[in-house]
């Protein structure tokens, strides 16, 4: 369901008055604080999943959260269920498949994925209920989110949070240089075990918001943008978070005024910001110099 089949909002041009307008209704409050909630979650995990390069893990565990929602939705009860239940449970089969070599555990990757999408389909079809449940699925939505589900989202937010700001410091090491940091006595195992397990619950909160084809799109975008612009670890960190919020917020806006669904507004807000941050380093970038971006040397410092 979209906002446009039962009411058609226009864009004045009057910013506080068009605000104000978006949030006399409780539901669009409860989407705004939602949004905010998951795109700060889905930075800063994101963050690291760029840095470890680990966007195929991410577009796994985010590919999977469609079919734990169709089955929740199927057996009666709240997709929330599904989406957590699945995605926490795709990333530790991820990380029981780490210790194989690097094609193996692609493709066995890739193989499960490919089956569990199917099932998800099979979910949808012995569905009876509104079509638009695909869609919402798919792509996110911003109505009918509750005052209670903001609280979920706050509660998992802080504690993903909670536990990245613990072993941020020794993941970072680990994700620059894994054999130096196990050398140095630093649980690089189960540091990769922990943080993939933030990733599921970090995927399961944002595909809420933008959807399961989507999720994976806020949670890497604004990542690369940063992490482009800039190798110094807490300025790429705190411009993540800014750019995925901007995005969120951004994509919330537009949806609001259209008929389109939310989770292409804030794709496409945030690879806005890729294209012209990839742009402008490539204007700045002396020609024949290729230029990385987070050097392990300057991470390290």
């Given at each position: ?10 864009w ?5 008055g ?7 209704y ?10 905010a909630?998951?795109a700060v979650?889905?930075a ?21 959260a ?7 939705v ?5 997709a ?10 795709a990333?530790l ?8 070599g690097?094609?193996?555990?692609s ?16 979910f949808?079809a012995?569905?009876?209920g ?10 996110g939505?911003?109505?009918g ?30 994700s620059i ?6 050398g ?23 595909s ?5 084809l989507?999720?994976?799109?806020l949670?890497?975008i604004p ?16 411009l993540?978070v800014?750019l ?10 537009a ?24 742009g ?19 991470v390290?410092?």
């Amino acid at each position: 369901m979209l906002l446009a089949d039962t009411a058609a909002p226009a864009w004045s041009w009057n910013l506080i008055g068009d605000f104000q307008q978006m949030w006399a209704y409780p539901f669009m409050v409860n989407a705004f604080r939602a949004g905010a909630i998951t795109a700060v979650v889905s930075a800063v995990v994101g963050w690291f999943v760029v840095l470890r390069r680990q966007t195929f893990a991410a577009h796994t565990v985010s590919a999977v959260a469609f079919p734990g929602a169709a089955g929740a939705v199927l057996l009666g009860v709240s997709a929330v269920y599904g989406y957590f239940a699945l995605c926490v449970a795709a990333a530790l089969v991820i990380a029981a498949l780490r210790g194989s070599g690097d094609h193996e555990e692609s493709a066995l990757t890739g193989t499960v994925q490919a089956f569990l999408l199917a099932s998800g389909f099979l979910f949808i079809a012995l569905y009876k209920g509104l079509l638009e449940g695909p869609q919402t699925i798919l792509f996110g939505t911003f109505l009918g989110i509750t005052s209670t589900q903001v609280t979920v989202l706050a509660g998992v937010g802080v504690g993903v949070l909670a536990v990245l700001a613990l072993i941020g410091r020794p993941l970072l090491f680990a994700s620059i240089d894994p054999q130096v940091a196990a050398g140095r006595g630093v649980p690089v195992r189960a540091l990769s075990v922990a943080f993939l397990v933030l990733l599921g619950a970090a995927t399961a909160e944002a595909s809420q918001i933008t959807g399961t084809l989507l999720v994976f799109a806020l949670m890497v975008i604004p990542a690369a943008t940063a992490q482009t612009i800039t190798a110094r670890p807490g300025l790429s960190l705190a411009l993540a978070v800014s750019l995925a919020f901007a995005a969120t917020w951004l994509g919330l806006t537009a949806a609001y005024y259209s008929p389109y669904p939310l989770g292409f507004f804030v794709t496409s807000f945030a690879f806005a910001g890729y294209v012209i941050a990839r742009g402008m380093r490539a204007l700045h970038t002396p020609r024949g110099r290729i230029a990385t971006p987070l050097p392990a040397k300057e991470v390290a410092a």
